[in-house]
């Protein structure tokens, strides 16, 4: 019998490319999209979730288990971006963003996990960020959106160890994908103190996704991680420096990190 694997947010970018990678693999695959009626040529069938919504949630893991009977693998890939000066972006769009990128795949496992439990069995892999692994500059809600799944994927895999089910998560670096045309992006207000510097970065940044690897290194990535046994708890997928930067995070004093990052950033 094949492994079920549900992908949230499989109706583009990292999650298409997955669930079509997968699916070619012979997995049964399940995508998600908020909106799977607008979704056109979709390769993988779509199911409507919402990870703002607890409800659709709850319908669409139920919907494939009364379609499979199994839940053997989530991807909890679904997220947004969220791009400005922290002095500047409204508090609301901040709470956004962590309902969809940190208590909407929280919601998503939860739903998952009593399945997984009877059966004994089961794969978890959250797809946070390298930008998780430091706070950067105009990205700081990103940044500790992602970071804060990540302490949940470790604290949550040491609770559900026992049950034989296993959770890790990757942190991508930048790929080319609709990221930027989806993220909330604060506006560059005229005259603001931070006018002319997240301007700048904004425009970088930009350039940093259009020019960001291939989706389907995430993909290969996947499916290395369901085919091994004891998957590590963090894995990093993207260009040689995105993954170096967490190893400089790690080793190099504070001070010299944050220049490095200034500099990078021309702050
Ligand atoms: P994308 O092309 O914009 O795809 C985002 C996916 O998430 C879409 O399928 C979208 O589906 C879904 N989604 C958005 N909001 C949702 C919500 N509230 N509920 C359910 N689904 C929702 O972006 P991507 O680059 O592939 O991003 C995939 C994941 O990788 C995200 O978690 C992102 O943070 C992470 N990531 C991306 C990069 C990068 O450079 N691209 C880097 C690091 C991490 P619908 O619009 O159809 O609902």
Do not use: C, W
């Not at 053997?72 to 409204?90: F, M, R, S």
């Not at 794969?123 to 940044?143: C, D, E, F, H, Q």
């Not at 990757?170 to 604060?186: E, K, M």
């Not at 904004?202 to 499916?223: C, F, R, W």
Request: proline residues 5%; without cysteine; hydrophobic residues 40%.
């Amino acid at each position: 019998m094949s492994k079920v694997v549900i992908i949230t947010g499989g109706s583009s970018g990292i999650g298409k490319s997955i669930g079509e990678f997968l699916q070619d693999k012979g997995y049964t695959v399940y995508g998600t999209s908020r909106n799977p009626e607008k979704v056109q040529n979709s390769k993988i069938p779509l199911v409507a979730l919402d990870v703002r919504d607890s409800e659709s949630i709850y319908k669409a893991i139920g919907e494939v288990i009364a379609k499979s009977g199994r839940i053997d693998v989530l991807i909890n890939n679904a997220g947004v971006g969220i791009t400005g000066p922290i002095e500047e972006i409204p508090t609301d769009e901040m709470r956004n963003n962590f309902e969809t990128n940190f208590f909407g795949p929280i919601e998503v496992m939860k739903a998952v996990l009593p399945q997984m439990r009877s059966q004994k069995s089961g794969l978890i892999i959250n797809i946070t960020s390298i930008a998780g692994y430091m706070g950067l500059p105009y990205r700081g809600i990103y940044s500790a959106s992602k970071g804060a799944l990540e302490l949940v994927t470790e604290a949550l895999r040491m609770e559900t160890k026992q049950f034989g089910i296993e959770i890790t998560n990757i942190a991508p670096g930048d790929f080319a994908t609709n990221i930027a045309a989806g993220r909330y992006h604060a506006p560059v207000i005229k005259g603001s103190a931070y006018e002319k510097v997240y301007g700048n970065t904004l425009a970088e940044m930009n350039t940093h996704v259009d020019s960001g690897s291939n989706p389907i290194e995430m993909a290969q990535a996947v499916y290395v991680i369901i085919n091994t046994p004891k998957p590590k708890i963090h894995y990093k997928v993207g260009a040689f420096m995105q993954k170096f930067s967490v190893i400089l995070k790690r080793t190099l004093p504070d001070k010299v990190y944050e220049k490095m990052l200034m500099n990078h950033y021309k702050l």
